[in-house]
């Protein structure tokens, strides 16, 4: 019996790779009340293959991930949570909810479009075979434009797990890659900064001194606190004569709109918590 079409229909998962597999739930067993929340038996991913899911919450008793493989969210989700009571996974395996990025257009526009903020990841896992997993939360790119687009923020990662071994868990790729070992990607993704900077420093020329003599200005980053400090030919003799006066027209507002914007965005947070305990599915509360 071919049980993917009923997979895709109620459950909506979007799409299954060629050789990927998964288990249908017959509907008496299934919550009614829970139209968002996708309950299989398994849900298995070959060597190499992806699989995409468009179900924020995923229920199943067995989590299987050969080398290689990838399951990746939907970009419409704003969030994924998964649930398995038995987990295997491989190596260089990837789960994703990177966000989208914004477009590169042949002809640029004057506001780039921005990237999406990545979705947030809630794993409750039971793990009995662990090789490599990536976590992959990063923002998405900003596209291009006279005004650079913004990078979209971090998706916040929360792993709750089950595990009768250690679990390396780190935000960084160690260059000895070892067993049973999850890395966690959730920055905020790239953009424009450098153009962005000059358009936002030109602009503030201007405004710095309203009322007298346009100014140049010179900024500074201490590379300990990471804080700025902007100086003027006030107090610095070492800044050159003035600029000629940049005229922005309708743009100067929006060089100041998308800074503000822009220090809205952030990396998302990382917890973590091993239980002594296999991880029971009515303990999971949303």
Known sequence: MNTTLPILLTLNIVFWS???????????????????TARLQS?????????VISTPV???DSLLMEDEATLKAAASLKSLTIYAQYCK???????????????????????????????DVNLHLNIYALGSLTIDANGGNGGNGEIPGLYGSGGHVNIVYYAPFVVNISKRKRRKRKKAVIVVRNKKGRMNLSKLRKLRDQEESNQLDGNSQLMRIKRTVDPKTKK???????????????????????NGTLVSATEKERIKKKDGKLSFKRLKDPIRSGAIKF
């Open 18 to 36: 060629a050789t990927s597999q998964a288990q249908y739930v017959p509907q008496t067993k299934r919550q009614t009340e829970a139209t968002n």
């Open 43 to 51: 849900i298995h991913i070959q060597e190499k293959q992806e699989l």
């Open 58 to 60: 995923v229920f199943c």
């Open 89 to 119: 996974i491989g190596t260089h395996c990837i789960i994703s909810t990177r966000g989208r990025n914004g477009a590169q257009n042949v002809q640029v526009p004057v506001q780039g479009e921005s990237g999406a903020k990545a979705a």
């Open 228 to 250: 700025t400090t902007i100086s003027t030919r006030h107090n610095d003799n070492s800044i050159r004569a003035i600029a000629p006066p940049k005229n922005f027209g309708k």
